[in-house]
């Protein structure tokens, strides 16, 4: 049973730094490629970012990019996101998803997701 | 790059087929078989539903089905019934933006 955890949310001030962590349970993390997906309030959902199964490729949706990043230990079986320069437009319901490909065969789809962190950017 | 193109609502009486279209560009649904559909109720997590175009995950109801022509990909409901009153979101693979969702279809059963 594929488990994810995601913690770290909270509130911050536009400009303001936060870090997600998304632990990982019930699969074999370190062979698959792993999203972050966010909604946010009264909107729908959107892409943020990807991670490779072994760390070495990054993605991220040009609304995050630069300011976002994306890492993995797959010692830990943790998925994280560092989040800088924070704006109001990022306060959403963050998930981390599995993708439901293995190692290099992506599917580029949200096979399992976790309950989701709240972030909100408010001055 | 712009959300895939999704009717904001769509409604049926319980047993019709009601379908949600998804409509992207050359840049995605049409030159990607990795597209992928969610159903979310709300307080609940997102499901997903569909995948590669017409791929069930393991223990989704036969009633749910996709298709892609061109650069517009559809979920079909058939037999709707009262619990797939939701909302219904659209994903594709994208040459420019690597994953880019849809806006999103509230589905109504009357």
């Known amino acids: 049973q594929v488990i994810l955890v995601e913690s770290g949310g909270g509130e911050a001030q536009p400009g303001g730094s936060l870090r997600l962590s998304c632990a990982a349970s019930?699969?074999?993390?370190?062979?698959?490629?792993m999203h972050w997906v966010r909604q946010t309030p009264g909107k729908g959902l959107e892409w943020v970012s990807s991670?490779?199964?072994?760390?070495?490729?990054?993605f991220y949706a040009d609304s995050v990019k630069g300011r976002f990043t994306v890492s993995r230990d797959n010692s830990k079986n943790t998925l994280y996101l560092h989040m800088n320069s924070l704006k109001t437009e990022d306060t959403a319901v963050y998930y981390c998803?599995?993708?439901?490909?293995?190692?290099?065969?992506?599917?580029?789809?949200?096979?399992?997701w976790g309950q989701g962190t709240l972030v909100t950017i408010s001055s | 790059q712009s959300a895939l193109t999704q009717p904001a609502s769509v409604s049926g009486s319980p047993g019709q087929s009601i379908t949600i279209s998804c409509t992207g560009t050359s840049s995605d649904v049409g030159v990607s078989n990795y597209v992928s559909w969610y159903q979310h109720h709300p307080g609940k997590v997102p499901k997903l539903i569909l995948y590669e175009v017409v791929n069930r995950p393991a223990g989704i109801s036969y009633r749910f089905s996709g298709s892609k022509s061109g650069d517009t990909a559809s979920l079909t409901i058939s037999g709707l019934q009262a619990e797939d009153e939701a909302h219904y979101y659209c994903s594709s693979y994208s040459t420019i933006s690597t994953v880019i969702l849809g806006g999103g279809t509230q589905v109504t059963v009357l």
């Open positions: 998803a599995k993708d439901s490909g293995y190692r290099d065969w992506v599917l580029w789809d949200f096979d399992d």
């Open positions: 019930g699969f074999p993390f370190r062979d698959y490629l």
């Open positions: 991670l490779r199964y072994d760390g070495i490729k990054e």
